[in-house]
């Protein structure tokens, strides 16, 4: 009996050279099985990003690339056209994220309160927006703010108003993106707000109101606290997509009307892919990219925790 307990033992241990052996493949094998991911991520990623670098120091002439070095980066100092679409990117940023936030915050607190009945269907409906294609959206914008027989002139001139040129004056075409942006990413913030602000513990709304503390006060210095990394996170993409947005001004004006709405994203596509100056456009690229760089940090600074 205790012979073949010996036997088995001895079989079920493996020799030392074998588990010296398989030490090797287990340190091996979760990079194996990442590999796909990371030449996937090379391949579509870091080099597109590279080789766009590549592209922004040459310029085709004759139809050969030639390299130029940072002219196409000194370009941009004297481009007026990138100016008036940073200037109008930046009026978009500086106007109507923050609207877009405080209506956010808003409708945040709205949907969590236990006032509200069906708070799951005014959810959804809040959310749906964002899951409307950017070009499908913006054509029912475009339809609706038609002048000539959009719906919301016929219905403006129901009550007595004037027409508006919504999409053919330079200001309300500027009005008019804005509106578009605000309905389409309010409830997808909204939904982010919520979903810390569910986070925050009733205590501090309890204690606060045994201090006599009022709704507003409540919301000041229990709501908005609660929302402090929610808020940077919101502001942060907000800020990242206002920067790029090119869809919406594409569909809905093409940047006009006198570059109006013409925005960095749509700049950037002027110069690829109509004047086919992609060294141009790789350095716009670039710009765009330091930029987002430089106000993330800023803006982690400004919103981040305190510590």
């Known amino acids: 009996m205790t012979a073949a307990l010996t036997s088995r033992t001895a079989a079920a241990v493996p020799p030392k050279g074998t588990a010296a052996r398989s030490r090797p493949r287990r340190r091996v094998a979760p990079y194996l099985f990442v590999l796909p991911a990371l030449l996937l991520f090379a391949t579509f990623k870091i080099y597109p990003i590279g080789r766009s670098f590549v592209i922004s120091l040459h310029k085709s002439v004759g139809g050969t690339e030639q390299f130029v070095g940072a002219d196409n980066y000194t370009r941009l100092l004297g481009d007026s056209l990138f100016w008036t679409a940073l200037k109008n990117t930046a009026v978009i940023l500086v106007v109507q994220v923050p ?4 209506l956010a ?3 945040a607190v709205a949907l969590n309160s236990r006032l509200l ?4 269907v005014f959810r ?3 959310f749906l927006p964002m899951v409307t294609g950017l070009v499908a959206y913006g054509v029912i914008f475009s339809v609706l703010l038609n002048k000539d027989f959009g719906l919301v002139n016929w219905l403006m001139e129901l009550v007595g108003l004037d027409a508006v040129p919504w999409l053919t004056d330079p200001l ?5 993106l804005g509106l578009a942006l605000t309905w ?10 919520l979903a ?3 986070a925050v513990p009733g205590e501090l709304y309890d204690a606060a109101a045994v201090d006599g503390a009022g709704a507003w006060t409540s919301f000041r210095h229990v709501t908005l606290p609660g929302l402090r990394p929610a808020l940077l ?7 990242i997509g206002t920067l790029q947005v090119f869809d919406e001004p594409y569909v809905l004006t093409g940047g006009g009307p006198d570059n109006a709405t013409l925005t960095i994203g749509v700049y950037l596509y002027q110069n690829a892919f109509k004047y086919f100056d992609f060294g141009y456009a790789s350095a716009i690229a670039y710009a765009l990219a330091v930029l987002i760089g430089i106000l993330g940090v800023i803006q982690f600074r400004l919103l981040g925790e305190k510590t």
């Open 99 to 102: 609207v877009m936030l405080a």
């Open 105 to 107: 915050t808003g409708l």
């Open 117 to 120: 009945r069906g708070r799951a």
């Open 124 to 126: 959804l409906g809040f």
């Open 172 to 176: 309300w075409a500027k009005v008019s």
């Open 184 to 193: 389409h990413y309010t409830g997808y913030n909204a939904v982010i707000l």
């Open 196 to 198: 810390r602000l569910q």
């Open 233 to 239: 996170l919101t502001t942060v993409l907000s800020t």
